[in-house]
C-alpha cells in the first residue's frame, strides 16, 4: 500500500515556485478552482518512493501572512484549518536566492505555525553570477530547518528536495524567533485565554479577517472578538512585528550570507536602462505589441487553413459514409460544423497565450506597469491595470481576475468595467473571418492590410476601454486610499516548461469551456433550422416546383431554392425574420441577426452559427468561409459581407458586451448585479449605435 | 524641511530614517521599507513618477504620493 501525504508550496511571487512545481509534478497536475471564489488552484502527484507519494498544492504567490488579497488569503485559509483535507504535512518555502533577505520574512512566519518547513532556495545557477555564498549549515542550525539549495533552470537540487520531504518527519517544528516578545503583557494574556491554541494562530486570527471550517469556527469567533487594542495599535503591532522578524533575519544573513558585489555582472540595470526608458522604454513597447499582433496573423494562418479543410472533409466523409437520416445530419451540419468554427482557432488562442506567458514570465510586464503607471492614473486606472488590459487580449475572466492586486478599489473596480473592451480571443474569430471576407490583399510597408485592420480593432478596442474609464473616473464617487507597490523581478529567460504547460492548460480550458457550450447551441440551432411549423416549411418542395414550373431550373439550382426557402420558415427563420427589422439597418440579414443573438453566450459561437445555418441542406461541403463569401444580401443583392456591411459587424463586435461568463465573473468580483447591469446595457447600446452609423455612413 | 524618498536623484544612496506608520501600508514595510535599511532611487518613469527603488536588495516601485511618507537621510 502506497502512502500519501500533503505537501504545500508556498513563497514570495516571482520566486520560481511554479517552476518548482512543474519540476516536482511534471504533466501530472491540475488546474481548478478553490470552491465558491475564482483563485486558481493547483495540484499534482509526486512520486517520492515507492510507498510514498507526495499531494503538491502549489498554492498563490504571497509576501506574508497577513493576506491583502483573496488570493493570499487562501494560503492562510488553508495554513490555519487543521482539518482542511489539504492541511499539509509538510511545507516547502520556495525562495529567491537574490532575495533571501525578503523571502526568509514568510519563511519565519510559517516556522512559527510549527508545522514541519523546509527552505527551497531557488535559482542557486545565479550565485557566482551575483557574486552569493551562503553558509548551508549556519542557516540550517539558526532557522530550525533543512534546507535544498535548487536551479530548476539546471535541474539541480530536486532530488535533494524530494528526499528532504520525504524525511519531513526529523524536521524541527520549533519556531525560529519569539514574534510574542513585541507585547509580551498582551500576548501572555491571549496565552491565558485560549490556552489549547497556538499564539501565533491567534494573532493571525485577530489581526485579520480569516474564514475557518465549521469545527472550530465557534472558538475563533471568541477570539476574532478578543480585539481589546485598537485597530491602530494593531497595526502598529504588526508593525512592531515586521521589525522585529527582519532584525532576526538580517542578525542571521549577516553570517550565514555574503554578497562580493564586485562579482556582479548586473544584466538589470543594463536592461532597465533601455527597457525603462522615457523615450525607448514606450517605442520598445509599442513595437513588441505590434510584432505580437504580426505574428498571431501570419504564423497562425498554416495551421488554420488546414483544420478548417479537415472539418469539411469530415463533414463530407460522415455525409458520405453513414446511412442517411436526421442523425447524420445532426452531425454533419449541426455538431462537426459548429466544433470545427472553434477548433480552428486553437493555433491563434496558443499563439496569444503564449507571448503572455512569455512577458510575465521574461519579468518584462512589471516594466510596462512601472512605464505606464502615471500615463494610466490620468484616466483613473493604475500602471497594474495594464496587465489586465493585455491579458484581456486573451480572455476577459482571468484579466478581471488579475485585477486583485490593484490596490485601490476605485481603480481595481473602474478596470473591471472597462476590460471587457479589449480584444478578447473569443471576438478573434469573429474579425478574422469578417477581415478575410472585406478587408482585399495586398500590404504597405511590408504590413499586410489584413494584419494592419485587426491592429486597428486592437486599438479601438484599447482606447474605448481608456476613454471610458475616464469617464468613469469623472463619474464615479468613490472615495479609496490609494497606494501602488509592484515589485521588479529580474529579468529571466523563461523556461520553456513553464510557458508550454501555461499555453496547453489555458488553451485547453478555452476550448473546453466554449466547446460545452458550442456543443449545445449548435445542436439547438440545427434543430429549430431543420424543423419548422405549417405549410410553408412543409410543403416546401411542392411551392418551389410549382413557382418556377415555368422556368426550365436544372435540378441542383431548384434544390437550392427549396432548401433555402425551407430555411426561410423553420423556427429559426421566423425567429430571424422577426428580429431582421431592428439588424437591418446595420446592414445584416436575419442568419447574422440569429448568429449576433446565440453569441450573446460566447462571442465565438458566432462563426459556429452561420457554419451550422449555412450548412444546413446545403450538399456540398465547402469550408465556413467560401460559405459566406457566397452569401447574397436578399435586397440589394451583391455579396451580403461587404465592405459596409463587414466593418458595421466588426464594430459591432468591438464593443457589445456579449460574453455570459465575463458577466458572471463580474458579479462575483464587484459582489453585485449593479455593475455587470451596467456594462451589458452600456456597451451593446453603444455597439448598436456606432454600428448603425458605420453602416450608413459606408453604403 | 524633513528630506523624503521623494527628494532621491536618480542614482543617489540613502537611509530610512523614519516612516509613517499610517500612511504606509503593512505591505511596503514587509517588502523591506524599513527604518535602518538602505535605499538607492534606480530609474524614474516621466514627471519623477512612479520610483523604481532598490530597497535593501529589494526592487521595488512606489509613487511619489506614497513615497513622500518616507523619511531618509542622504548618503
Redesign the interface.
Known sequence: MSRQINIALIGNPNTGKTSVFNALTGLNQQVGNYPGITVEKKQGICKLDRNLKGHIIDLPGT??L?A?SLDENVVIELLLNKNDKDFPDVIVVVSDV??L??NL?LFTQIKDLEIPTILAINMADRMDYKGISIDIPYLEKELNTKIALISTRKKTGISDLKALIQNYKDLSTEPCLHASEIDAEYFGRLRHAFPNQLLYKLWLVITQDVNFGKTNRKEMDAIASFKTKSE?DL??L??KE??KR?QFINNVLKVGQTVDASQTKDL??RL??IL?H?VYGYLIFFAILLLIFQAIYDWSSYPMDLIDTAFANLSEWVKTSLPAGDFTNLLAEGIISGLGGIVIFIPQIAFLFLFISILEESGYM?RV???M??IMRKFGLS?KSVVPLISGTACAIPAIMATRNI?SWKERLITILVTPFTTCSARLPVYLIIIALVIPEGSILGLSYQALTLMLLYLIGFFSAVFSAYLLNKVLNIKSK?????????YKLPLLKNVGLTVLEKTKSFVLGAGKIILAISIILWVLASYGPGDNFNNAEEIITEQYASQNLSEEELNKKIASHKLEHSFIGITGRTIEPAIRPLGYDWKIGIAIVSSFAAREVFVGTLATIYSVGNDDEETIKNRMAGEVNPILGGPLFNFASGISLLLFYAFAMQCMSTLAIVKRETNSWKWPTYQFVVMTALAYVVALASYQFLS | MNTTLADLKKGEHAVITDVSSTEIPLKLLEMGCLPGNNVQLVQMAPFADPMYLNINGSHLAIRKETAVHVLIEKL
Open positions: 509576501y506574508s497577513n491583502s537574490e532575495n533577505k525578503r520574512l491602530s497595526k502598529r504588526q508593525q515586521t521589525i527582519y538589470r540595470s532597465d536602462r525603462t522615457k512589471s506597469v512601472f512605464l503607471d502615471r500602471g490596490e490609494t497606494f501602488f507597490v509592484v515589485e521588479m523581478p529580474n
